[in-house]
Each structure stands twice: as structure tokens, then as C-alpha cells.
T-cell receptor, first 113, second 115 residues
Framework: DQQVKQNSPSLSVQEGRISILNCDYT??????FLWYKKYPAEGPTFLIS?????DKNEDGRFTVFLNKSAKHLSLHIVPSQPGDSAVYFC????????????FGTGTSLTVIP | NAGVMQNPRHLVRRRGQEARLRCSPM?????VYWYRQLPEEGLKFMVY????????ESGMPKERFSAEFPKEGPSILRIQQVVRGDSAAYFC?????????????FGPGTRLTVT
């Protein structure tokens, strides 16, 4: 039962352009959302988060948007850089268990120089 | 300030052997989470522990898997009588606070291969 879904397994973007990664969730109880970035042979690294009381959170080149009515969030990276090439996971928590994060299956981003 | 440490990074076991995976959380973190990533899948929650207590093991397989986080020393994920389907990357994460809000910091993972 995949409660957090990333339907695009891969994305290619030209350097300097915007990368948009999407994530959908099914559980309306989720109230905290995060994006993680993962390089091969390394653990996921926290990137940015957003709580359900907000609809946007920005940190430098990274912005996360949350649309609660659509149960959808997206990560915008602008401008994209070759070093951004990695797998990006979205995660959600707050379904009442308080303990676990539910992860999507990841989107592999390639930024072409 | 060392991050989350996991060892070994790679572990090869034959079917039927035991696998022991270790995780040392970040300094000041008393919450530990174990996740498993099967090939082509996202990370799946297995268990959440605080010192000497299992808080949530809803993601743990019912048999052969166990976890502990003793008062002293690292957290251990133990898999008895491993089978080929246990081959995966096992990630440990730690946090200062329980659940959210607050991010979990991940270790580099242990890649288990069962032959």
C-alpha cells in the first residue's frame, strides 16, 4: 500500500533550467512533508520540509509547494545544476503513529551540462 | 560532529546465516529508525526505537527480524536465517525529536547480499 507516490521515475533537465519533481499522497492525516536527496552508495540527505499549515517553503534554489486539497507536493529547483543530479525522495509523516516516515519510490534527476 | 554511522557498509551472507547490522546515531539523538530499500523501491519503515525501548515495530517482518537499542552502544538490526529476499540496502536514521516535525538524519546504509 504505497501512501506516497512519485510517478516519474526519472527526469532530465538542462543546466540552468527549472527542475520540477512531483509527489502525491493518499493519507489526509499526513501533516509534515520532506524531500530527501540521495547519491549512489550514500544515505538520503535531508533537503527541505514543509508543514501542512503552509503551502510554500523556500530555501535558496529549492522551493517546496504543498497543495493539500489535491494531496500533492512538488519540489522546484532553479536554476538546476549538474551537482543536483541524484535521486529525490519525498516523505510524509503525521498519520497518527508519530514515528515513521512514508517514502515515495524516488525520482532520478539528471541535469545535463 | 559525526553523522549517523552504520557498519558494515557491505555484508555478504549465505542463506541460513545471521546478519547483524549496526547503527550509531548522531550525538544527542536518542531516536533511531531502521528502513529497508529493496531494488527499484522506495525506503520502507521497519522499526523505531528509543534507548532500551522498541516504540513502533509495525514495519518489521514477523519472523527472523529483531532490533534493539541498548543503553550503551549502537542499535542493532538482526536478521536470522537470512534468505535471498532479504538482500537490500538497510538504512538507519536518527532524530533528536520523535516523529515530526523534525528531520531524520540517515546513515550511509548497509548493503546486504544473501548468496
Amino acid at each position: 500500500d504505497q501512501q506516497v507516490k512519485q510517478n516519474s521515475p526519472s527526469l532530465s533537465v538542462q543546466e540552468g533550467r527549472i527542475s520540477i519533481l512531483n509527489c502525491d499522497y493518499t493519507n489526509s492525516m499526513f501533516d509534515y512533508f520532506l524531500w530527501y536527496k540521495k547519491y549512489p552508495a550514500e544515505g538520503p540527505t535531508f533537503l527541505i520540509s514543509i508543514s501542512s499549515i503552509k503551502d510554500k517553503n523556500e530555501d535558496g534554489r529549492f522551493t517546496v509547494f504543498l497543495n493539500k486539497s489535491a494531496k500533492h507536493l512538488s519540489l522546484h529547483i532553479v536554476p538546476s545544476q549538474p551537482g543536483d543530479s541524484a535521486v529525490y525522495f519525498c516523505a510524509a509523516s503525521g498519520d497518527g503513529t508519530g514515528n515513521q516516515f512514508y517514502f515515495g519510490t524516488g525520482t532520478s534527476l539528471t541535469v545535463i551540462p | 560532529n559525526a553523522g549517523v554511522m552504520q557498519n558494515p557498509r557491505h555484508l555478504v551472507r549465505r542463506r541460513g546465516q545471521e546478519a547483524r547490522l549496526r547503527c550509531s546515531p548522531m550525538k544527542g539523538h536518542s531516536h533511531v529508525y531502521w528502513y529497508r530499500q529493496l531494488p527499484e523501491e522506495g525506503l520502507k519503515f521497519m522499526v523505531y526505537l528509543q534507548k532500551e525501548n522498541i516504540i513502533d515495530e509495525s514495519g518489521m517482518p514477523k519472523e527472523r527480524f529483531s532490533a534493539e537499542f541498548p543503553k550503551e552502544g549502537p542499535s542493532i538490526l538482526r536478521i536470522q536465517q537470512v534468505v535471498r529476499g532479504d538482500s537490500a540496502a538497510y538504512f538507519c536514521a536518527s532524530s533528536r525529536l520523535a516523529g515530526g516535525p523534525g528531520e531524520q538524519y540517515f546513515g550511509p546504509g548497509t548493503r546486504l547480499t544473501v548468496t
